[in-house]
């Protein structure tokens, strides 16, 4: 069975650290594209952090860019983002995603049914 499964959000203060995992099954992660992904109340879903299909190259989003990154133990076939310096508008859902034959940044830029989606996991940055 083809799954991702995301873990490890939570509540945050302003300026503290996460990190996210998405664990894949049924699936070689290397083989594809994959990415991160959030969704704010009221606001449409943005890619945050992709890899290119095979991993050779990385996009980060204005947004994150410097307090984000994206890596993963193929080992493990699970793919991780660490957050740093968090802010409260990095309040979310987020939400891991894997698709065919991407680069980097048009995997960000995926719709839903251009891949393969996670459920999600809440992240709260508030004090």
């Known amino acids: 069975q083809v799954q991702l499964v995301e873990s490890g959000g939570g509540l945050v203060q302003p300026g503290g650290s996460l990190r996210l995992s998405c664990a894949a099954s049924g699936f070689t992660l290397d083989r594809y594209a994959i990415g991160w992904f959030r969704q704010a109340p009221g606001k449409e879903r943005e890619g945050v952090s992709c890899?290119?299909?095979?991993?050779?190259?990385?996009f980060y989003s204005d947004s994150v860019k410097g307090r984000f990154t994206i890596f993963k133990d193929n080992v493990k076939n699970t793919v991780y983002l660490r957050m740093d310096s968090l802010k409260s508008e990095d309040t979310a859902v987020y939400y891991c995603?894997?698709?065919?034959?991407?680069?980097?940044?048009?995997?960000?830029?995926?719709?839903?049914?251009?891949?393969?989606w996670g459920q999600g996991t809440q992240v709260t940055v508030s004090s």
């Open positions: 995603a894997a698709g065919v034959d991407y680069t980097a940044q048009a995997m960000c830029s995926i719709r839903g049914p251009e891949g393969r």
């Open positions: 890899f290119s299909s095979g991993g050779g190259r990385t």
